[in-house]
């Protein structure tokens, strides 16, 4: 089955505990991404790739980093986690980045105290 | 201010009803316009796509793009309680582009 998976699927931090999301599809898909979304503001992307070893900033890259070393694997770091990272985060990908189908996993629910 | 502004809601409807959902967006470089869909608590799914000025249809969804005035609409027709979702406009410089930007989003309910 096609899909986009996140780990984990919801998380209670502290601030300062350095954290990783891990985002993994099985489609061979080139292009992937990271959002967050919170109430009222839509979706605001964090970073992309567009293959291995190829990413850069989105709208809100501050923060987070990221690195692509395999094709399915796009993990989003959090070193220093902050509480205005509390968020839902989104994990897609796509066969490229004109793809017209990115799928999206099912979300991260971050919870920084 | 921000790239793209869209229409707050929420919007409610009644079964049957025509519903517009409008984003406006401030830079010329954006050429590539989308349209999602997102239900409670799921990823959003994308809907509609379109990189020229004018109208693109599927089904009862219609998708419009006026790049003279910066303005683009996704219409429902005939609307249906299963529409009920939040929808979000996103728009990217060309179709290979990586960066995307997204409106905030409107929630719309159909009521039966």
């Known amino acids: 089955e096609a899909q986009v998976t996140q780990n984990p699927r919801y998380l209670i931090t502290v601030t300062g505990k350095k954290l990783t999301v891990t985002c993994s599809q099985n489609?061979?898909?080139?292009?992937m991404s990271w959002y967050r979304q919170d109430p009222g503001l839509g979706l605001r992307q964090i970073y992309y790739?567009?293959?291995?070893?190829?990413?850069d900033k989105g709208d809100v890259p501050e923060g987070y980093k990221v690195s692509r070393k395999e094709k399915r694997n796009f993990p989003l770091i959090l070193e220093s986690p902050s509480p205005n990272q509390t968020s839902l985060y989104f994990c897609?990908?796509?066969?490229?980045?004109?793809?017209?189908?990115?799928?999206f996993g099912p979300g991260t629910r971050l919870l920084v105290l | 201010q921000k790239e793209v502004e869209q229409d707050p809601g929420p919007l409610s409807v009644p079964e049957g009803a025509i519903v517009s959902l409008n984003c406006t967006y401030s830079?010329?470089?954006?050429?590539?316009f989308m349209w999602y869909r997102q239900y409670s608590r799921k990823g959003p799914e994308l809907l509609m796509y379109?990189?020229?000025?004018g109208n693109k249809e599927d089904g009862r969804f219609t998708a419009q793009v006026d790049k003279s005035s910066k303005y683009i609409s996704l219409f429902i027709r005939d609307s249906q309680p299963s529409d009920s979702a939040t929808y979000l406009c996103?728009?990217?410089?060309?179709?290979?582009?990586?960066?995307?930007?997204f409106g905030d989003g409107t929630t719309l309910t159909v009521k039966p």
């Open positions: 489609m061979n898909h080139e292009y």
């Open positions: 379109t990189y020229s000025s």
């Open positions: 790739s567009m293959n291995v070893e190829v990413t």
């Open positions: 830079n010329s470089a954006f050429q590539y």
């Open positions: 996103a728009m990217k410089r060309s179709v290979s582009a990586g960066k995307s930007t």
């Open positions: 897609a990908s796509s066969l490229d980045a004109g793809g017209e189908t990115q799928y």
